[in-house]
C-alpha cells in the first residue's frame, strides 16, 4: 500500500471523542514511579528469597539491572485503571511493577530460547553471566551452563515477582483473584506463543502461523493483559468493557509484532537498538517473509531460498532481500496489514461505552503504531 493511501486509511480511522491529554498526564506521572516499584519488589523478593544468600541476591541484581524500555504495558495498565475511575497510587504501583516484572521474566526466557547474550544492544542475563564466567577464568562449557542456568532460573524468578505483585495488590480480595487469573491466562498464552514460535523454525515459512504466534506471544500479555488488569482493579469494569479492551488489545498487538517485525529489516538500528540483519540470518518465519514468498517472481525466489536462513549472510545479501520485498509489493502489503489492524483496534472500542478519556487515549496510542519507528 503506498504511503498515501495508508495515510488516507489512517485518516478514515475514527478520532478521539474527546482529549486524552488530561488522563495522559496522570498515567506519565504514575508510570515515573514505575522503576521504583519494580526496584522494591525486587527488595520484597530478595528479602524473602534470598535470605541472606550471597547468590541469589546478585541474580536480583542483574535482573534489576535489565529494567529500562518505554514501558508500554506499564502504561496500558495503569491507563486503564485510571481511565476507568481507579484513584489508589499504591495499585497504579502495584499494576505496573506486575506488568513490567512479567515482560522482564518472559524475555529472559525468551533470550534463552533463542540463543541471544544481549537486548537492546546490551547484555542481558546469560550474556552477563557469561561475562563475568569468563573472565574469572571458567572453561567455556562452564560459563555456559552457568549462563543459561542463571537465565532459567532469573525468568522464574520473575515470573515469580510479578505474580507477588498482583498478589499483594492493595484491592478488595475478590478483584485480587480475578488479577491473578488474568496473569495466570496470559501467561498460558505466552507459553502457547513461544512454542509455536519454536516449531515454527522446523516449518517452511509458508506454514508457519506468525499471526497467530503475534496474537498469542505478543498481544496476549503485553496489550490484553494490561488493559484488563488496569480494568479488573478499578472494579468498574463489566463483562462488555473486558470484551471490547480485549479485541482492541489483540488487534493492538497484532499491528505492533507486524511493525516489529519491518523494523527488524526495515528500521534504523540507531533508533530502535536492534540490528536489520539477525531476522535474515535466523530466517525468521514472519508474515512479511510469507508475503515476499507469495509474490516473488521465480528470480526473486532464487534470492530469498539463497539469503535466507544464512547465519553467514553478507550485509549485500540482507540488502538483496530487502530490495525483493520492496520489489514484490510484500512491504506495502505488510504495512497495509499494519494499518489495517491498528483500524480494527479502534473500531473495537465502539462496541463499548469506555470513559471518554480512556477511549481518546486508546485511539491515540492504536493511531500512532504505524508510523513508529522503534
Not at 92 to 109: E, F, N, P, R
Not at 186 to 197: F, H, M, P, R, V
Not at 210 to 218: F, Y
Not at 242 to 263: N, S, V
Request: aromatic share 2%.
Amino acid at each position: 500500500m503506498p504511503l498515501q493511501e495508508q495515510a488516507r486509511v489512517a485518516a478514515r480511522m475514527p478520532h478521539p471523542r474527546d482529549g486524552s491529554a488530561g488522563l495522559a498526564d496522570a498515567v506519565g506521572r504514575a508510570v515515573a514511579r514505575t522503576t521504583t516499584a519494580v526496584a522494591g519488589a525486587w527488595e520484597r523478593v530478595a528479602d524473602s528469597a534470598a535470605a541472606g544468600d550471597p547468590e541469589p541476591r546478585e541474580l536480583i541484581g542483574i535482573l534489576a539491572g535489565q529494567e529500562g524500555g518505554k514501558q508500554l504495558r506499564a502504561r496500558l495498565a495503569i491507563a486503564a485503571y485510571l481511565g476507568m475511575g481507579g484513584d489508589d497510587p499504591a495499585v497504579c504501583d502495584a499494576l505496573g511493577a506486575a506488568v513490567q516484572l512479567l515482560h522482564t521474566g518472559l524475555c529472559v526466557h525468551d533470550d534463552l530460547i533463542d540463543g541471544d547474550d544481549r537486548r537492546h544492544g546490551r547484555p542481558n542475563v546469560a550474556g552477563t553471566v557469561r561475562s563475568a564466567w569468563g573472565a574469572a577464568g571458567a572453561a567455556p562449557d562452564v560459563a555456559t551452563r552457568q549462563a543459561h542456568s542463571a537465565a532459567l532460573l532469573a525468568g522464574d524468578l520473575a515470573i515469580s515477582a510479578s505474580l507477588r505483585a498482583v498478589a499483594e495488590a492493595p484491592v478488595r480480595p475478590e478483584l485480587r483473584v480475578e488479577l491473578m487469573r488474568e496473569v495466570l491466562g496470559a501467561l498460558d498464552a505466552a507459553i502457547a506463543g513461544e512454542l509455536l514460535d519454536v516449531r515454527s523454525e522446523q516449518l517452511a515459512p509458508e506454514e508457519a502461523r506468525p499471526i497467530r504466534m503475534a496474537e498469542l506471544k505478543t498481544a496476549g500479555y503485553s496489550v490484553i493483559l494490561p488493559l484488563r488488569l488496569g480494568a479488573v482493579a478499578s472494579g468498574a469494569a463489566d463483562a462488555t468493557t473486558l470484551a471490547a479492551l480485549a479485541e482492541y488489545g489483540r488487534h493492538l498487538g497484532i499491528a505492533y509484532q507486524l511493525k516489529d517485525d519491518e523494523l527488524a529489516i526495515f528500521g534504523d538500528p540507531g533508533r530502535t537498538g536492534k540490528s536489520t540483519s539477525s531476522d535474515v540470518r535466523g530466517g525468521k518465519r514472519t508474515r512479511l517473509l510469507q508475503l515476499a514468498l507469495d509474490a516473488a517472481d521465480p528470480a526473486d525466489r532464487l534470492v530469498l531460498d539463497r539469503e535466507v536462513g544464512q547465519a553467514e549472510v553478507t550485509e549485500a545479501g540482507v540488502e538483496r532481500v530487502r530490495a525483493v520485498m520492496r520489489r514484490s509489493g510484500a512491504l506495502e502489503r505488510h504495512r497495509a496489514l499494519i494499518v489495517g489492524h491498528a483500524a480494527e483496534a479502534v473500531a473495537a472500542l465502539e462496541t463499548t461505552a469506555l470513559p471518554r478519556g480512556l477511549d481518546a487515549y486508546l485511539q491515540v496510542i492504536a493511531r500512532s503504531v504505524p508510523g513508529r519507528d522503534r
